[in-house]
C-alpha cells in the first residue's frame, strides 16, 4: 500500500478528484486529503474525508494538527504528493516557490515526488506565463497529466480540461511502480500531422497525412510511463489520451513548438511537414482571371528534424525520423539519415496501392547506425508499441546501445 498526499486545488474540476479518491482507495492506496480555502467553494471537505476515510486538512496554522504531525512532516509521510486538480494559481505558487497557504507550503517542504492535473480556461492554459510555469516545473521533475482538450465548464473549448481520473490514477500506479513502466520519468516530444501551408485566406499546401501514426505513438509513449509533448498540425486522428498536446498549423509553428518543448529525453518526428511554404502568401482570396495562373514563388520550409539532430546543446538521447518513400525506399531513408543527423529513421513506402498515407497499417523498415530491419505489415497501433518498446530500451541501456540499433 501506497501513502498519497492529494492537493485538491480550486476549480470546477475538483469533482473529479471525488472519483479519483475512490479509485485510490479501491486499489489499496492510503489518501490524505489536503483541500484550498476555494477547493471548498466547489467540493466539501465532508464528501472528501468520507471517501478517504481520513481528516481533510486545511488550514496552515491548525493547532491541533501542528502538535500530532506538524505541516512538515504530512508533505514527507507521503511516497507521492499529487495536485489534482492544478489551477493557474497553485501552478504559479510552485513555480515561484511560494509558501502562502497549507497546500503550497507542503509542496515547498517536500522531497517527496509530486504529480499536478492541470486544470482551467484554455485562454489561461495557453498564456505565455501558463506555460512558462509549466516549463519550470517540468523542469524541477514535476510530472504533468494532461490537460485534455475538450468543452470547458464556461463554454469555450479547447486545451484545459482536467484528465480524466482514470488517466490520473494510472498515472499515479506507474509513478509508484516505475518497474513496471520503463518510460517512467522520461519526457518524449513527438511530432504528428500534417502541416498547412497557406497560400491565401481559403487555401494552403498539405498533404494527405492523418496523423494516426503520431496518435498512435503517443498513446504507446504514455503506456509505458512517459510523459509526452504532442506537437501536430490539423490532423484528422483523435488527439492522443494522456499527452501534452500542443496544436499548430504551419512548419515555422511547429518548429517553434518543438524548440519550447525542449529538453527531451527522445524526439520522434512523425510529422510530415511540407516541403515548400509560399514565400508571400495573399491576405486576400487569390480570384481567377480569365484563364491566367497565378504566380506562387515557393521557398523552402525549417528543417525540423535536422535542427534538433544536430543541436549543439541540449540534444534528445535519441532522435528519432520518419521517411515516407515511394521508391528505393531503404536506400533512400538511409541516405536521409545520414543527411539529417538523426539516430533512426522510419521509412514506410506510401506509394500508390499501398493504402498506408492515410490508412490504418504500416509496413515500416527501422534504419539505425547498424543497418535495416524490415517490420511486417500490421496496424499503426501495433507499429508505435514495438517502437516505444525499442525506445525504451534504448534509453535504458547505459552505453547507448540496444538491440535493434546504436543511439
Keep these: ?60 496554522f491548525d493547532l491541533t494538527a501542528e502538535a500530532e504531525m506538524g505541516h512538515i512532516q504530512l508533505s514527507r509521510v507521503a511516497d507521492l504528493l499529487v495536485v489534482a ?12 516557490g511560494r509558501a502562502s497557504d497549507l497546500a503550497s507550503t507542503l509542496l515547498l517542504a517536500t522531497d517527496t515526488p509530486v504529480m499536478i492535473a492541470p486544470a482551467m480556461n484554455v485562454r ?29 465548464a464556461c463554454g469555450e473549448y479547447g486545451p484545459g480540461r482536467m484528465a480524466e481520473p482514470q ?16 518510460l517512467a520519468g522520461r519526457h518524449v516530444l513527438v511530432t504528428s500531422g500534417p502541416t498547412h501551408e497557406p497560400i491565401d485566406p481559403v487555401r494552403y499546401i498539405a498533404n494527405r497525412s ?7 505513438l503517443a498513446e504507446a509513449l504514455v503506456d509505458l510511463g512517459a ?40 524526439a ?54 520518419f521517411a515516407a518513400e515511394t521508391h528505393d525506399v531503404t536506400a533512400n531513408a538511409t541516405a536521409k539519415r545520414a543527411r539529417k543527423g538523426c539516430d533512426w529513421i522510419v521509412a514506410n513506402d506510401v506509394s500508390p496501392g499501398t493504402g498506408i498515407m492515410g490508412g490504418s497499417e504500416n509496413a515500416v523498415t527501422l534504419i539505425t547506425a547498424t543497418g535495416s530491419e524490415d517490420w511486417p505489415r500490421m496496424g499503426k ?9 525499442r525506445l525504451a530500451e534504448a534509453l535504458a541501456n547505459e552505453d547507448g546501445t540496444a538491440s535493434g540499433g546504436s543511439i
Design 167 to 182: 488517466a490520473i490514477f494510472e498515472a499515479i500506479e506507474a509513478a509508484l511502480d516505475p518497474g513496471a513502466k520503463p
Design 227 to 266: 510523459r509526452v509533448t504532442f506537437v501536430t498540425g490539423p490532423a484528422s486522428a483523435p488527439m492522443p489520451k494522456g499527452a501534452h498536446v500542443v496544436p499548430v498549423e504551419t512548419a515555422a509553428e511547429m518548429r517553434d513548438a518543438v524548440a519550447a518543448a525542449l529538453p527531451a529525453d527522445a
Design 268 to 321: 520522434i518526428f512523425a510529422a510530415a511537414v511540407a516541403d515548400w511554404r509560399v514565400e508571400s502568401g495573399s491576405d486576400r482570396k487569390i480570384k481567377k482571371q480569365d484563364g491566367a495562373l497565378p504566380e506562387l514563388r515557393l521557398a523552402e520550409n525549417p528543417d525540423i528534424l535536422a535542427g534538433v539532430a544536430r543541436m549543439a546543446e541540449g540534444r534528445p538521447r535519441l532522435v528519432v525520423g
Design 85 to 96: 486538480p492544478a489551477t493557474a494559481d497553485m501552478m504559479a505558487k510552485m513555480a515561484q
Design 1 to 60: 500500500m501506497s501513502h498519497i498526499l492529494l492537493i485538491i486545488g480550486g476549480g470546477i474540476a475538483a469533482y473529479k478528484s471525488l472519483e479519483l479518491i475512490r479509485l485510490l482507495t479501491k486499489a489499496g492506496h492510503e489518501v490524505t486529503p489536503v483541500m484550498t480555502e476555494s477547493a471548498g467553494q466547489f467540493v466539501t471537505p465532508l464528501s472528501v474525508s468520507a471517501l478517504a476515510g481520513k481528516k481533510v486538512h486545511e488550514a496552515l
Design 210 to 216: 492523418s496523423g494516426a501514426q503520431g496518435t498512435a
Design 381 to 389: 497501433a501495433d507499429v508505435a508499441r514495438r517502437l516505444a518498446q
Design 124 to 152: 489561461m492554459w495557453l498564456h505565455p506565463a501558463t506555460q512558462r510555469n509549466l516549463a519550470t516545473l517540468q523542469g524541477d521533475g514535476v510530472a504533468v497529466v494532461g490537460p485534455d482538450e475538450g468543452d470547458m
